[in-house]
């Protein structure tokens, strides 16, 4: 059955670096997602992605943050200087259509 | 702002026993989905309900979606350990291209073996 994928499974990373968390959605899925999820909190909604533009975006995602489709099969969520509060689960998503959405199995961000 | 909420945040059965959990809103929309979240994994989706008063069922699980849209419950009927999770709902409403989709704050259910 297929699946996203997300590469790595777990990213330490100091304070100000940037990091990029990759994630390979399902291939004939349109709409695309990024979530987080703090330890012990709700799964928050960071970005969603159509039609190779931004549909919509949180508060959370602020000018630190972009995401990117490079080729047909890869979306990534790029940080560009981690604070230690980025320290969370990310998640990605995709769906076929736009509100049943499939997520991978998160890369664990530890920002030091 | 829309909100999803879950309830109850916490509940703790013994195997065997029957549960009921909430998912509840203010906003109509037009399809609720249900996931179950296992301890550093991604949420896995059950269910999506689509119309008012729709009723689904999975094996012991069972979805109701409201009839006005706004909120939906799920009956798990003689649970087990492995139903043990964070059960997350999640509503989505139609904005022009694409769905918004919000997620409630889940409900954590530990079955006791």
């Known amino acids: 059955e297929p699946e996203v994928t997300q590469t790595p499974s777990h990213q330490v990373t100091q304070m100000g670096q940037e990091v990029i968390l990759r994630c390979v959605p399902i291939?004939?899925?349109?709409?695309f997602y990024w979530y987080r999820q703090i330890l012990g909190q709700k799964v928050e909604f960071l970005v969603s992605?159509?039609?190779?533009?931004?549909?919509?975006k949180s508060e959370i995602f602020d000018d630190q943050f972009s995401v990117e489709r490079p080729d047909g099969s890869n979306f990534t969520l790029k940080i560009r200087s981690t604070k230690l509060e980025d320290s969370a689960m990310y998640f990605c998503?995709?769906?076929?259509?736009?509100?049943?959405?499939?997520f991978g199995p998160g890369t664990r961000l530890t920002v030091t | 702002t829309q909100l999803l909420e879950q309830s109850p945040q916490f509940l703790s059965i013994q195997e065997g026993e029957n549960l009921t959990v909430y998912c509840n809103s203010s906003?109509?929309?037009?399809?609720l989905q249900w996931y179950r979240q296992e301890p550093g994994e991604g949420p896995v989706l059950l269910v999506t309900v689509v119309t008012g008063g729709e009723v689904k069922k999975l094996k012991r699980l069972t979805f109701q979606f409201g009839d006005a849209r706004k909120d939906s419950s799920l009956h798990i009927t003689a649970a087990q350990p492995g139903d043990t999770g964070l059960y997350l709902c999640?509503?989505?409403?139609?904005?022009?291209?694409?769905?918004?989709?919000?997620f409630g704050p889940g409900t954590s259910l530990s079955v006791i073996p």
């Open positions: 998503a995709s769906s076929e259509w736009s509100y049943e959405q499939y």
């Open positions: 906003s109509v929309f037009s399809s």
């Open positions: 999640a509503g989505a409403r139609w904005k022009t291209s694409y769905d918004k989709v919000i």
């Open positions: 291939s004939n899925h349109l709409y």
């Open positions: 992605f159509y039609n190779n533009e931004i549909s919509e």
